[in-house]
């Protein structure tokens, strides 16, 4: 057999533990050991995880920080509801209505990260983060103030006002300020896990592929890279689209998991939250992000017992972790290890 | 709202994000990292100017000076334990350690000091001659409150000094000379750890200033209060052109005044929106800010 080389070894192993995970989780749940914490948390912890691999893509392998990742996890948030909503009679199934609205909330997220895309990637650096931030607040206002509502004559959209000029019957799906309510919670466990490996596949191969080499090569060096004819914009949009749409499926898998959420939900602190699980887990790292996302949205609900101080002990642990990391001679203490490691294995 | 009303209610809004924005830019020009726990600090020291005046009884003015005060100490403590062990390590480990220190200081805040609001009490009252209270001019139809006054003037205040003491001060060109080249600096014998320092002590004195001036304007304290201010005075450090002094001090007015016009003009809940997206089409036109340096990728 031929020998798998260190990269699609390691995306083997990310795989498999994935599965893994899920195997064992269905059998703690099926033997009635789980605890109704952690069966709460099941569902934001698959979206997160999906939202982490997706900013690890802009940050980790494209190497532009963004923002306002949060943004394009509200468009999914309520395009895919609304998709929910609007299908509830049509498609019987609540799992296949789902997949459905997963569907809608990429595409959609996928359109809005083009077009932001189009005047994000024309800059670099912080100018570039900054930006991103900017639309991610440009979005939750928007959202904020959108109304939306469904009757026999079609949708009916209205920004700022409660004016939608509605039939009688007509339902209200998208109130502003006040979000969507009334969802039925459809989000399962299973899609989660499923939503999780589709992404992992589109990312390992995007990222193994000629595309990923070029986006890479960007990230390393940008001149470098437009030097030997890599068209950059289109490479650099090809990833953002694509985490974008990521980022959408995970919002409309996260909001589905409540019976109501609110644009608000979707803020700075939420792109900075899971700007987190990527750092800590490792830029370009997949697997680290996914570990780092499971293990930091368990955290906070694991430190109750803490009650008021756990998110002051959040803070400190992630400080304290930072400076550990990137201690100079903690560093040079494991890369020492490590090199010995290499040397003794391959050479 | 008048035209008029519009433009100076705007202007005192964009005083406070230009102080706050000094701020920023001061510390992303000399340490080049984006200092997210910037707008927490604000939040601190409204906190301790409001415990000063309301439980202590100190004079509104001793208040301030002792929140300029201890806030200089907490930015230096900040930078010493969070920051300076990171000098060398990736710009994004830095943001990541800046948040984690704005999360400290939040929940911090919340477990001292309660998550209910206080309300900031207004400083600028005069007692005219027959004893009533007075807050503000009256010039015809035009009333400015003195909040509005008394902060325009400690903006521009500010400024001048601090424009004086960048350009002709010793500690001034110090840190010129590190924001150019560290390591240059650090061979003509400037002390860099130290004009960092002072940096985040300037910095972190004129966010409590900001933070009273903010409060005295805005007075419900809760200990999320700075999060927003620091995010507008943030882009407002952008817009300017992040590094640039008197950008700090064009990017806050501008922004102030259009967030005030938006607010009159098109609708208050989208004013956000609107300046968000000023921001991006600036950037588009001017790819580093207002008076941003254009610096030359080379290769």
């Known amino acids: 057999m031929k020998k798998l080389t260190k990269t699609s070894r390691n995306n083997f192993l990310t795989y498999g533990f994935v599965i893994l995970s899920y195997v064992v989780l269905q059998a703690i749940t099926a033997g009635g050991h789980m605890s109704s914490m952690l069966k709460g948390q099941l569902v934001p912890i698959c979206a997160y995880v999906v939202m982490a691999i997706s900013l690890n893509l802009t940050v980790g392998i494209l190497g532009e920080l963004s923002l306002g990742h949060a943004g394009f996890m509200s468009v999914g948030a309520f395009m895919g509801t609304t998709t929910a909503i609007a299908l509830k009679n049509v498609i019987a199934s609540p799992t296949l209505r789902l997949v459905c609205a997963l569907i809608v909330g990429a595409i959609f997220a996928g359109i809005i990260g083009f077009l932001v895309g189009i005047p994000v990637l024309r800059l670099n650096g912080d100018y570039l983060a900054i930006v991103t931030l900017a639309f991610g607040e440009i979005i939750k206002s928007i959202f904020n103030n959108l109304y939306l509502g469904l009757d026999e004559h079609g949708f009916h959209l209205s920004l700022l006002d409660n004016k939608l000029h509605m039939e009688p019957e007509g339902k209200l799906i998208i109130g502003g300020p006040m979000g969507i309510g009334g969802i039925q919670k459809i989000s399962t466990f299973t899609v989660g896990f499923a939503l999780i490996m589709v992404c992992l596949i589109v990312i390992f191969n995007l990222v193994n592929s000629r595309a990923g080499r070029a986006i890479m090569a960007i990230r390393d060096n940008r001149i470098a890279a437009e030097s030997v004819g890599i068209p950059v914009t289109t490479y650099k949009m090809m990833a953002f689209v694509t985490s974008a749409a990521m980022a959408g499926a995970a919002g409309a898998l996260f909001a589905m998991n409540f019976s109501t959420f609110v644009a608000n939900k979707f803020d700075f602190n939420t792109s900075i939250l899971v700007l987190v699980f990527v750092v800590l887990g490792g830029l370009g790292n997949m697997f680290g992000s996914i570990i780092a996302a499971a293990a930091l949205t368990i955290l906070p609900e694991a430190l109750r017992q803490f009650a008021s101080y756990r998110m002051l002990v959040y803070a400190i642990v992630l400080i304290l972790v930072m400076l550990i990391r990137n201690n100079p001679t903690i560093r040079s203490f494991f890369e020492r290890f490590r090199l010995s490691k290499k040397g003794g294995a391959e050479e | ?299």
Not at chain 2, 148 to 166: D, P, R, S
């Open chain 2, 1 to 299: 709202m008048s035209f008029l009303d519009s433009l100076i209610s705007g202007i005192s809004l964009g005083s406070v994000y230009a102080i706050i924005a000094l701020g920023y830019t001061m510390v992303y020009g000399i340490a080049k990292m984006l200092n997210f726990a910037h707008g927490d600090v604000i939040m601190v020291g409204a906190y301790i100017c409001f415990f000063a005046v309301t439980r202590f009884n100190l004079p509104p003015l001793v208040g301030i000076l002792v929140a300029v005060l201890l806030c200089t100490v907490l930015g230096i403590t900040i930078e010493k334990l969070a920051y300076a062990p990171l000098r060398s390590a990736p710009s994004l480990a830095v943001l990541i350690t800046a948040i984690g220190v704005s999360y400290f200081l939040q929940n911090a805040a919340l477990l001292l000091w309660s998550p209910n609001p206080k309300v900031f009490p207004n400083f600028f009252i005069l007692h005219g001659a027959d004893g009533a209270e007075q807050t503000g001019l009256e010039l015809g139809s035009l009333r400015i409150s003195y909040v509005t006054l008394v902060t325009i003037v400690v903006c521009v205040v500010i400024m001048l000094v601090l424009t004086f003491f960048i350009n002709n001060g010793k500690l001034g060109k110090a840190m010129r000379a590190v924001s150019e080249d560290k390591d240059a600096a650090r061979l003509m014998g400037i002390n860099v750890n130290t004009t960092i320092s002072v940096t985040f002590a300037i910095g972190s004195g004129l966010a409590a200033i900001a933070g009273v001036l903010y409060m005295s304007a805005y007075p419900t304290l809760v200990p999320t209060t700075g999060s927003m201010p620091g995010i507008k005075a943030f882009t407002a450090a952008v817009f300017g052109g992040i590094g640039s002094i008197p950008g700090a001090f064009l990017g806050g007015l501008l922004l102030g005044v259009i967030e005030i016009f938006a607010k009159a003009y098109i609708s208050t809940q989208l004013s956000d929106a609107v300046v968000f997206a000023v921001l991006i089409v600036v950037l588009l036109v001017k790819p580093s800010g207002l008076l941003g340096k254009v610096v030359r990728e080379k290769v």
